[in-house]
């Protein structure tokens, strides 16, 4: 009998057992209202609390609206160069109490330099716990005794940090890794050891010689990586699924990015269906996670460290670009409304302040504080009027894989001169044989699909996209292209929409690398 699982399974499921009735619970509109008194309280003593008066805020009876009207909203250019610049270099109580000691490099999929995000003490105080409080959401997927007592790999940057004089600098996964509570060890793989690797190949090279030794249950990462990691298990080991290797691997937790384009050729390298759950841990703080099964969406933590504000992702508060307006208007979570689109603002113990993260979200369940990720603010194409969001670019490219029996794991688009017009030109990576492929018929897939799933983008179709041109990659070209960006592994992603002067390096990659080989 597995002892030790049933002990964490007991302890897992203990919460779920009290009476609803018995739990007090405060309307998400309270959280978030505490939440923010309490950060508020926390930062009133520092250089851009006092600035803002956050004391005198806090006397007032409608706080959250003078905070609002008295705090800019801020990209990361305008919060780092008036703030953040000052933590690099040492100063403490600059935006939040005391010094920071961790910076997350997060180049999202749209900046050519690497953002520095503060991570403080009292951010991983509330990633730690709003970790345990999806551990306990376990309870509600109702697996076996045994399945407490697998590992749980966790594919992510190296623990091994850049020190700089001040602080410590890397992927917020090694940061966070690097901080595991001491009962988390025995569970925790690949280990200290191969985590601190900071060359991405041989972190691989490790793991796959080590993965017949460890019985993995719970696989953690960014869907692209954890493929080629699980594609070279199999190929080592000469297997024909992961589940050869490890027959108890139940769950996959992913995040960060769509995982829709990739379930295809994902799940190819399973013997059997796994569950899959969902997670919002960004760079500036871990935001959602999916609490229950039967759904695709994650519920807002709203009472651990984050006050949200959100954008109606519109013409009316952001430009063609995806920066926001001056007057961009901003609701709070008791105005929003399900199905709407908005860009997520947030205010953190890590020292933002109303600060535009870049994501786009959608309400699910304003009941249930429930949301789906829907893309970027930088990543939609509207060259003409088309509104194209990253949304629906998943979803034709999802539809295209069913259509035509193609696995698209990779994908990028950009919007280009076409004589007087414009075009959208897509770059699809498969690991398909390219010489099979009909590529009209694939184009005209997505054309069509796009026209099914966005009115704006069909009248566009008519009067200024003259074009939709398509070219089909091997998929590795991808994975080749943020190598040398050095952007391998951990949380780095393939951007779903390239502009300017990256769309000009890509091809410049392409006709170099592949076009013009010999």
Known sequence: ??????????????????????????S????????????????????????????????????VQAFRQKVPLHDYNAIHQRWWYRTLNGEAFVSWPGKVKYFALSSGTSEASSKYIPVTADMLRAIKKTSIRQIFSLARYDFPRDFYERGILMLGGSTHLQF?????????????????????????????????ERDWTTKLDEIVRNA????????????????ILMERIIKHYNVKTIHDVWPNLSIYVHGGVSFAPYAKTF?????????????????????????????????????????????????????????????????????????????????SCAGAWRYLIGDTIKFT?????????????????????EHLSQENMNRAIQLLEEQM??????????????????????????????SA????????????NLKDLNDDYRVERIAAIREVLIEILPLQLFYDYMKILGKEGGQHKFPRVIKNDKHLHWEEFLDKSYRNRP
Request: glycine share 8%.
């Open 164 to 196: 700089n004089g001040t602080y410590y600098e890397g992927d917020l996964s090694g940061i966070t890794a690097g901080n595991i509570p001491f009962w988390f060890q025995h569970f925790y793989k690949p280990g200290k050891r191969i985590s601190k």
């Open 212 to 227: 017949k030794n460890w019985d993995i249950g719970v696989i953690v990462g960014v869907p692209a990586w954890l493929q």
């Open 365 to 385: 369940s304003k009941t249930l504080s429930e949301i789906v990720i829907t893309g970027r603010t930088k990543h939609f194409l509207n060259l003409c009027g």
């Open 267 to 347: 799940e190819k390298l399973l013997a059997r269906p796994i569950t899959y759950i969902e997670t919002y841990l960004a760079s500036e703080g871990f935001i959602a996670y999916q609490s229950r099964p039967n759904t695709s969406a994650m519920q807002l933590v709203l009472d651990n460290g984050i006050f949200f504000e959100f954008i109606p992702f519109n013409d009316k508060n952001f430009d063609h670009e995806g920066h926001f307006l001056p007057d961009a208007e901003t609701l709070t979570i008791d105005q929003v409304e399900e199905g709407r689109e908005y860009a997520l603002v947030l205010s």
């Open 28 to 63: 998400p509109e309270k959280q978030q209202r505490a939440t923010l008194k309490k950060l508020l309280r926390e930062a009133q003593y520092t250089a851009l609390g006092e600035t803002y008066e956050f004391g005198n805020m806090l006397r007032q009876k409608d706080f």
């Open 437 to 448: 492929l009909d590529v009209k018929a694939i184009r005209d897939r997505i054309d069509q």
């Open 405 to 434: 029996n193609i696995p698209v794991p990779e994908f990028t688009v950009a919007g280009i001169k076409h004589d007087s017009m414009f075009a959208h030109k897509w770059y699809l990576g498969t690991p398909a044989d390219l």
């Open 1 to 26: 009998m597995p002892i030790l699982g049933s002990i964490i399974k007991s302890a897992i499921e203990f919460p779920s057992k009290i009476p609803l009735e018995k739990i007090r619970r405060l």
